[in-house]
T-cell receptor, first 117, second 117 residues
Framework: GAVVSQHPSRVICKSGTSVKIECRSL??????MFWYRQFPKQSLMLMAT?????????EQGVEKDKFLINHASLTLSTLTVTSAHPEDSSFYIC?????????????FGQGTRLTVV | AQKITQTQPGMFVQEKEAVTLDCTYD???????LFWYKQPSSGEMIFLIY??????QNATEGRYSLNFQKARKSANLVISASQLGDSAMYFC??????????????FGAGTRLFVKA
């Protein structure tokens, strides 16, 4: 099956620093990737849709300047949390849809647990 | 607006018995997809089953089946012969059918399933 790799799986950073999270589709091309945020015991909330070669589409209430998304190739999207604060601590998870399959399912990365101290 | 509702925050089931996890949805789209994902404590999202809005037969995948009632806008997941390893969080999700929206997927609040030995 298709594999999506997310890195790092866990990161601890200091307040005010930036953290970059990578989402790679290992064995397929993905023109569209999605970034979600999940607080403890809650559901996944879509943050943004990442489109290869164009600007990301952010959901209402998500600060585009704080959560920078770059989708530079068909296999890689990155999410950068800039000037992180403790309230940004969360589980971030990406998904990717394989090109040309009709998109029956999206494949998820393993997730990144971010802790800002 | 699209919405997914899972009204059962937690469910208990005896090992080897069947269990139904409820999901209702709301959408004005004619074309959409419904998914169920399993999220164990490790955080990864595991795809279980998919039902397209135009599929006339209920989807089945091994021990998983989706009871799709389009008129009632419900897409309940049935797990037969529960196993201890089925204990996890289960999310119902809906993907919109409009390509202009990037086929966004929204998630319900989730149901935590506990399988008792």
């Amino acid at each position: 099956g298709a594999v999506v790799s997310q890195h790092p799986s866990r990161v601890i950073c200091k307040s005010g620093t930036s953290v970059k999270i990578e989402c790679r589709s290992l064995d397929f091309q993905a023109t569209t990737m999605f970034w979600y945020r999940q607080f403890p015991k809650q559901s996944l909330m879509l943050m943004a849709t990442s489109n290869e070669g164009s600007k990301a589409t952010y959901e209402q209430g998500v600060e585009k300047d704080k959560f920078l998304i770059n989708h530079a190739s068909l296999t890689l999207s990155t999410l950068t949390v800039t000037s992180a604060h403790p309230e940004d601590s969360s589980f971030y998870i990406c998904s990717a849809r394989r090109v040309g399959t009709g998109g029956v399912e999206a494949f998820f990365g393993q997730g990144t647990r971010l802790t800002v101290v | 607006a699209q919405k997914i509702t899972q009204t059962q925050p937690g469910m208990f089931v005896q090992e080897k018995e069947a269990v139904t996890l409820d999901c209702t949805y709301d959408t004005s789209d004619q074309s959409y997809g419904l998914f169920w994902y399993k999220q164990p404590s490790s955080g990864e999202m595991i795809f279980l089953i998919y039902q397209g809005s135009y599929d006339e037969q209920n989807a089945t995948e091994g021990r998983y089946s989706l009871n799709f009632q389009k008129a009632r806008k419900s897409a309940n997941l049935v797990i037969s012969a529960s196993q201890l390893g089925d204990s996890a969080m289960y999310f119902c999700a809906m993907r919109e059918g409009r390509s202009t929206g990037g086929f966004k997927t929204i998630f319900g609040a989730g149901t935590r399933l506990f399988v008792k030995a």
